[in-house]
């Protein structure tokens, strides 16, 4: 194992305690204090310390008659959330593989994180051509068709602070940056339920994205698709917003059931 950076030397306690819960998850069998200390390189004191603190919240457990240590209740609490959470993205990634099936570009699913637009999943088409935003990947919120759905269903006062304190950042030529443009625009989404961007995020790239919806109709996901106008009009990339809904209602109806 090559030696630590002083930064890495100086990451918090926080990232450390992750450090050693990772380290003892990934053994084949329990882990001693030198052990955890050579995969880790946490110095011995703060180890020592750590340690016991994860050992007292239930996240290690330290093996009887032995100076060794292995998964604690807690640790094996995660481990079931995450097998959950896979049988989310399964069923998830399922249905986008199915709609860029039938589209024949990429398509991804997101959410929205504050004012970024993230996206939580994505499928990419076998083309040469195509954008690599791979999930966690954050874009604008005012100047892509996911982050404008988003925008159009956001309680009025809200929508309005993001418009006008604070500067609409330009990325094109075609990028809207005038506030009351924008709210007209809106409009028209918040009225049709489908949103459009022509080559206002990146210079090329136009997408089509319609809303995901949970309980009591409100939007928390959005689905859309990708191309770039070369190989895909906007045009006709409209003429696949059936496919588009049919798969938002799908994810809506997945959602639902893991909630």
Not at 20 to 30: D, G, L, S, T
Request: proline share 6%.
């Amino acid at each position: 194992m090559p030696p630590k950076t002083a930064k890495e030397l100086r990451r918090p306690p926080s990232l450390r305690s992750i450090e050693i819960a990772e380290a003892v998850a990934r053994a084949a069998r329990p882990l001693s204090l030198d052990e955890i200390a050579a995969t880790t390189a946490i110095p011995k004191p703060t180890l020592h310390r750590l340690i016991n603190l994860l050992v007292d919240s239930g996240v290690l457990l330290r093996e009887p008659h032995a100076k060794t240590y292995s998964a604690g209740e807690r640790l094996w609490g995660i481990a079931t959330g995450i097998a959950n959470h896979a049988s989310l993205r399964n069923e998830r990634h399922a249905v986008l593989r199915n709609l860029v099936d039938q589209i024949g570009e990429t398509c991804n699913f997101t959410t929205l994180d504050g004012t970024d637009v993230v996206y939580v999943d994505r499928v990419e088409a076998a083309w040469p051509l195509r954008m690599h935003l791979h999930p966690g990947s954050r874009v604008p919120i005012h100047c892509t068709s996911s982050g404008k759905l988003y925008l159009s269903h956001m309680p009025a006062r809200q929508r309005r602070r993001l418009l006008y304190e604070v500067p609409l950042k330009r990325y094109t030529g075609k990028t809207i940056t005038d506030p009351a443009r924008l709210e007209q625009e809106l409009a028209r989404i918040r009225k049709s339920k489908v949103s459009t961007d022509d080559e206002g995020y990146l210079a090329g790239l136009i997408s089509v994205a319609v809303p995901v919806w949970g309980r009591n109709r409100r939007v928390i996901g959005t689905v859309a698709v990708h191309a770039p106008n070369a190989r895909l009009s906007l045009k006709h990339a409209l003429g696949h917003v059936g496919l588009l809904k049919r798969a938002a209602g799908d994810l809506g109806r997945i959602y639902r059931q893991f909630k």
